[in-house]
């Protein structure tokens, strides 16, 4: 299960790297932006309908534009992909990395005045990623959220007791791991929200930098 890949993207080093900077980005949102989940539209649905209940236009406007942002975040790297998918040089994936990175830094220079923008920019490229990397090492996964993580992490370590099938209770130790590296970031995320303010996520926009070095690596073993 664990042994050589073709694709450096699909890689464990790139989807720590990922899952870090998607707990990062929640906790950074929700702190330093007012209060809005960047990455896990679940959440923001519920707030949006919980405004438009109450009839909060500026609470349904809060609310709404993260969730379209990442609806156009996931059908422009549909596009991106269909695009570049033949590119040599680089890998289509690697465009995606790059574009968060930008993305990211342009958040930092936003005021808190910008706030709406600032989340508008921040699902966006959380869209990109979970659209872009969705499995590694053959595993399924989502790094921006958790909840489908936890739901397949324990599904299949149920299994394993049931049947002792040694590769599910790999897999789903992979999942914990992941969702841990989650919380990592999460907690990451909101100490140098503490420290550093708007300008914390840089941080996020270094770490990613990093993964798309990484990946011009065409090839893993890990």
Sequence with gaps: MFGKIKQMSESMIIAI??????????????NCRGQVFANAQTGNLVLLSQSIAKKDPALVLKYILPVFAFFVGVYLTEIIKRSCKEFQIIHWRQIIAMMEVL??????????????????????????QVQSFRKFHGVSMATTMCTGNLRSATE???????????????????????ILVFGIGAALGAFASDYWGIQSIWLDAIVMMFGFILMFKEETKW
């Design 17 to 30: 790297i990922l899952a870090l900077g998607g707990g990062f980005r929640d906790a950074y949102s929700y």
């Design 156 to 178: 299949l370590l149920s299994s394993y007791h049931f049947t002792g099938d040694e590769e599910k209770k790999t897999k789903s130790r992979y999942y914990y791991f992941m």
């Design 103 to 128: 993305m990211l830094v342009a958040v930092g220079f936003m005021p808190t005045s910008m706030d709406h923008i600032a989340n508008v920019t921040i699902s966006l490229a959380c869209a990109m």
